[in-house]
């Protein structure tokens, strides 16, 4: 198995090449000319990145952002019909995950916006599943992890390793979840929605962090607000969307990008189901005129 250091120096040299996927924006223009859904998000100037995931093959993942923070998808992940355009299908894998390098560009800043569609099949069987995050088990590298809370159930043929039941104790499976690391080492924050995100349909999802207030939306509309004065941890900790695990044990040896053998290959945090059009941007976002069911 190549170390954590190379196979992420090897990605961080692919994603420099960029990719002919079918991105009107992105990677290369839409196939054939074809143009985009007009409910399709378009980088406008806070985008730092946008991961349409319209790719109908391969295992790259195009950001029509300024940067081209290109992920790759792990083997267990395939396209499918989105919400626009096409999405990535995650699955009960270890290997069901995108995978974007660390870069400058993804950190928080001063304020910052994620947002996505999700169509989830189901909710976890342990604490949550990420949609996405930068949240890693290495001491000092979580900054932050957006997820919708699993059933935690406590008991179960395969025990979870029980990497994020401080953070959902007593929550109501289904409600979405934003975790961060503040810079002044005081614990993990944790905030919650009021409702569920609804199984097999797609639905609207984002949180906003102005330094001052935590602002989770759900299609649209603002769910639920919390008072949290300050700044997000800066780390050197990937992205990984629809899954988490440890990133030391990725590696490219075999050619596709995978969990390495001396992994626990067990599936605990994958996310089943549909993520379309992920977005992060360099400011907290006010509205989503876009976003409806």
């Known amino acids: ?23 009107g ?22 985008t730092s990145a946008l991961w349409r995931m319209d790719e109908a093959v391969g295992l790259k993942v195009a950001d029509a952002g300024p940067f081209r923070l290109e992920g790759t998808a792990g083997v267990d992940t395939r396209s499918d019909y989105g919400r626009i355009g096409r999405a990535r299908s995650f699955t009960a894998s270890i290997n069901s ?14 304020a910052f916006t994620i947002e996505a569609w999700v169509d989830p099949s189901t909710y976890g069987q342990y604490e949550d599943t990420p949609i996405a995050s930068r949240f890693s088990p290495e001491a000092l590298q979580s900054a932050w992890l957006f997820s919708i809370v699993g059933k935690n159930q406590a008991y179960s043929t395969q025990p979870s390793p029980g990497e994020h039941v401080a953070l ?6 289904g409600k979405l979840m934003f975790a961060f690391a503040p810079d002044d080492a005081t614990p993990t924050r944790v905030y919650f929605s009021t409702r569920p995100i609804e199984l097999d349909r797609w639905t609207h999802v984002a949180v906003t962090y102005d330094g001052r207030v935590v602002r989770l939306f759900i299609d649209g509309q603002l769910d639920a607000q919390y008072a949290s004065p300050g ?16 990133p030391r044990y990725l590696t490219n040896f075999s050619g596709d990008l995978k969990m390495g053998p001396t992994a626990d290959q067990y599936p605990y945090y994958a996310f089943v189901g549909l993520i379309d059009d992920l977005r992060i941007s360099s ?11």
């Open 1 to 23: 198995m190549s170390s954590p250091k190379t196979a992420a120096q090897a990605l961080l040299a692919v994603a420099l090449l960029g990719c002919g996927c079918a991105h």
């Open 231 to 246: 700044k997000v941890r800066r780390t050197d900790a990937p992205l990984v969307i629809g899954n988490y695990f440890d």
């Open 97 to 110: 995950f995108v995978f974007v390098p660390y870069n400058p560009v993804l950190e928080a800043g001063d």
């Open 25 to 46: 924006g992105g990677g290369g223009g839409a196939s054939g000319g074809a143009s985009r859904d007009s409910r399709a998000l378009e980088p406008d100037s806070v």
């Open 283 to 293: 400011a907290a976002r006010t509205g989503f005129p876009y976003a409806r069911p």
């Open 168 to 173: 959902i104790q007593g929550v109501a499976a």
